[in-house]
């Protein structure tokens, strides 16, 4: 199935605020938590969906599959090696303001729009043990990379018994309230209390590569506009079980 995502177009936040079903979602259960396994495709995925509960729980353990080199591909301010290091930066500066700055971090470089999904199942499969929480993103996010990493973090779960829990980003772009391609009777609902909100947005404002332009030319246009990073300041997070 074909998900637009197009940067000037997209679900209005309001829509999905308006919607009733989201306060009917079951709570996730955060007991047996422990150290959860999240998987970033680029640095900010991990923060735009679960940032809040990683602050809520106070620990993490994050795989960061790519350095979010190609966000820019036409930047006339950086180039890709460039993007990556400031990205590698930013995703630092975020897990220190949500109060994890000592949490371990498996860089992997794998090229951003390639993901190599076997050799990611593998790692992931290493790191997983039965009944650990693994954070991924929707395997029908829209994002080839997204879908990618949903499925490699898939088959590492069923191969070890770990509970695989995926974090829908682009959805909220692409998708309405109700759209019947996404799987809502799976949906589990994280409430973030003042403390998890003013973490997450801090951590969001440590991306200034991604939610600002990096200069005038319209290929250094911020890739999280405010109408996108809204969706991410909701007072709750979402994920499919």
Do not use: N
């Not at 999905?16 to 709570?27: K, V, Y």
């Not at 971090?105 to 997983?128: A, F, N, S």
């Not at 650990?132 to 080839?144: I, K, N, S």
């Not at 003042?194 to 200069?215: N, R």
């Amino acid at each position: 199935m074909v998900k637009p995502i197009v940067i000037e177009q997209g679900t209005p936040e309001e829509d999905w605020r308006a919607w009733p079903a989201t306060a009917a979602w079951p709570e996730l259960p955060l007991a047996g938590a422990g150290t959860p396994l999240v998987v970033a495709p680029h640095p900010d995925d991990e923060i735009l969906g679960v940032a809040g509960l990683m602050a809520t729980l106070g620990r993490a353990e994050l795989v960061a599959v790519t350095d979010g080199e190609a966000s820019h591909p036409g930047s006339t301010v950086h180039t890709q090696a460039e993007l990556a290091a400031i990205r590698r930066a930013e995703t630092d500066e975020a897990l220190r303001r949500l109060g994890l700055g000592d949490a371990r971090v498996h860089r992997l470089g794998q090229p951003d729009g390639k993901i190599e999904e076997g050799p990611l199942t593998e790692i992931l499969t290493g790191l997983l043990a039965p009944g650990r929480w693994c954070l991924a993103t929707w395997r029908e996010d829209g994002h080839p990379d997204h879908e990618a990493v949903g499925r490699a973090a898939a088959r590492a779960c069923e191969a070890t018994g770990a509970v695989l829990l995926e974090y829908p980003i682009w959805t909220w772009h692409w998708a309405a309230p109700g759209d019947a391609r996404v799987p809502w009777d799976r949906c589990l609902r994280i409430d973030l209390d003042e403390m998890a909100s003013a973490a997450k947005a801090a951590a969001i404002a440590a991306f200034p590569s991604q939610i600002a332009p990096l200069g005038p030319d319209p290929a250094d246009a911020a890739i999280l506009p405010p109408h996108v990073l809204a969706r991410f300041a909701r007072p709750y997070e979402a994920v499919f079980r």
